[in-house]
């Protein structure tokens, strides 16, 4: 198999796994999109803990709601 076969084969790998990936999230109802999972991943594959990711993530999302919630802000 030639070295471009097997890239192709990796690439292809990696996709199936973020499609497997991605459906899984969505069933979970994570509202985490392709690009944000795929960063995600990358992040834990870097050694981010990934309870640690989950909480930075939980956090974001409701400072996010809190800022968007305008009886709620107080700014």
């Known amino acids: 198999m030639s070295g471009s076969t ?3 084969d990796r690439i ?3 996709q199936q796994t973020l499609d497997i990936l991605h459906e899984m999230s969505q069933l979970l109802n994570t509202q985490l ?3 944000t ?3 995600c991943v990358r992040m834990i594959e870097s050694g981010v803990n990934p ?3 989950a909480a930075v ?5 409701r400072e996010n709601g809190r800022l968007q919630d305008p009886n ?3 700014r």
Not at 57 to 61: G, P
């Open 37 to 39: 999972l795929t960063t």
């Open 6 to 8: 097997r890239d192709a």
């Open 12 to 14: 292809s790998s990696a």
């Open 51 to 53: 309870e640690a990711l």
């Open 33 to 35: 999109d392709k690009e």
């Open 72 to 74: 709620l802000n107080t």
């Open 57 to 61: 993530i939980q956090e974001l999302r």
